[in-house]
Structures are given as C-alpha cells and as structure tokens.
C-alpha cells in the first residue's frame, strides 16, 4: 500500500490565493522530504529539500517566499504557495522514504491557478 | 551538459521482447542510482536502485551499471504492454545530501 500520503489530489484556486499542500508519510519518520515540481512532459524539477525542525533548504531559483515549507512533525510536510498564478499551474510532488536508498513519491497533486 | 541525459524516445519494442533504456550522466563521483517508473498523470514509482558496478537483477528488471564510462541501464525482461510508461533514471549526487537528480525521462511503449 502507499506510504506517503499528499492532500489533495487536485486543486483549482482563483490566481492571487494561496493553497496549502500536505505531504504525510504513513509507516516510518521522515526527517527529509522534497518537493518537486512537474510541468507537462518535463521532468521533474527538485523544489527544496524539508527538514524536521529547521528551515528548508531551496533550490536555485525557487523563491522560498513564493513556496512556504514546514516540517512540523515527523510525518507531515506542508508546501504552501502563496499568491498563485497561473504560471504555478503544475503537478507537485513530493517525495520522502525511512532510507535513503528508498525515496518514495506521493501520489501528486496537480494545481490548477485561473 | 546535463548532470543526467536519457534519450526523450519514445522507444518501440513488441511484447514479450526485452527493452533496454539507457542514461549517462557526467559527475563521476555520482553515488547510488535509481530507476522509477512513471505512468501518464501519476506520480514516479521506484523500481531498483543500484549502487555498485555490475549487473543488479529483480524480477524482470535488471539495471547495469558502469562507473568508468558514466552509465546506467534498465534493462526490461517479457516486455508487457502494462510496462509502456516514462521511465525516469536519476542519481545521487556525492554531496551526501538524500536529494535526488533526475534524467527527463524515456518514453517506453510496448506494442501489443
């Protein structure tokens, strides 16, 4: 079964709101999440590393005012983008796994901005 | 150059043949090195890591990896149309950080 959980699946927001996105692993702790992001027919792009208890760590050229990381717990990661427009319209995922040779991606979420 | 190059495909083969998907990527101090599979609108699924040189076989996957000429393979066995997907190769770097670099992937389709 899965064992990383994202909320929700999809979302349509109006450009200018921000959403709140979760990512859960179900069986074991995760210090470290990531997050990606996946425009149509691309790859997927490494947003920023989530770390329990400290602040996340951005990738070049993501602005971490525009994407807001918190790693409360030990199983719950959040990836708020605020103020979203419609160039943020894209499938976002995020990863995490009890090793590190075992990553494992939540099942997405695909944002809509009107 | 990009760290992790995979040819875009899309690559044919019938069923029941073996498909073999390639990747070259250019830091030789690349670490460990995974394949995930990944269906249309759905997230990537992890299908083998394989971090020493040689052959490492599971199921009907086989990866192979190279050090000194920089590649890694996947290699498919009893190809099945339910396996026609992107298949995504990425690496660790060597600066111990868990984050992962992916190829933009090969389109893989298996006709029936």
């Known amino acids: 079964g899965a064992v990383v959980s994202q909320h929700p699946s999809w979302v349509i927001c109006k450009s200018g709101t921000s959403v709140k996105i979760e990512c859960r692993s179900l069986?074991?702790?995760?210090?470290?999440m990531f997050w990606y992001r996946q425009f149509p027919k691309q790859s997927l792009m490494l947003m920023a590393t989530s770390n329990e208890g400290s602040k996340a760590t951005y990738e070049q050229g993501v602005e971490k005012d525009k994407f807001l990381i918190n790693h409360a717990s030990l199983t719950l990661s959040t990836l708020t983008v605020t103020s979203a427009h419609p160039e943020d319209s894209s499938f976002y995922i995020c990863?995490?796994?009890?090793?590190?040779?075992?990553?494992?991606f939540g099942p997405g979420t695909r944002l809509t901005v009107l | 150059q990009k760290e992790v190059e995979q040819n875009s495909g899309p690559l044919s083969v019938p069923e029941g043949a073996i498909a073999s998907l390639n990747c070259t990527y250019s830091?030789?101090?690349?670490?460990?090195f995974f394949w995930y599979r990944q269906y249309s609108g759905k997230s990537p699924e992890l299908i083998m890591f394989i971090y020493s040189n040689g052959d490492k076989e599971d199921g009907r996957f086989t990866a192979q990896l190279n050090k000194a000429s920089q590649y890694v393979s996947l290699l498919i066995r009893d190809s099945q149309p339910s396996d026609s997907a992107t298949y995504l190769c990425a690496l660790r770097r060597r600066d111990s950080s868990y984050k992962l670099i992916f190829g933009s992937g090969t389109r893989l389709l298996v006709r029936p």
């Open positions: 990863s995490t796994g009890p090793s590190t040779d075992t990553q494992y």
């Open positions: 830091d030789r101090g690349s670490q460990s």
């Open positions: 069986d074991f702790q995760a210090t470290t």
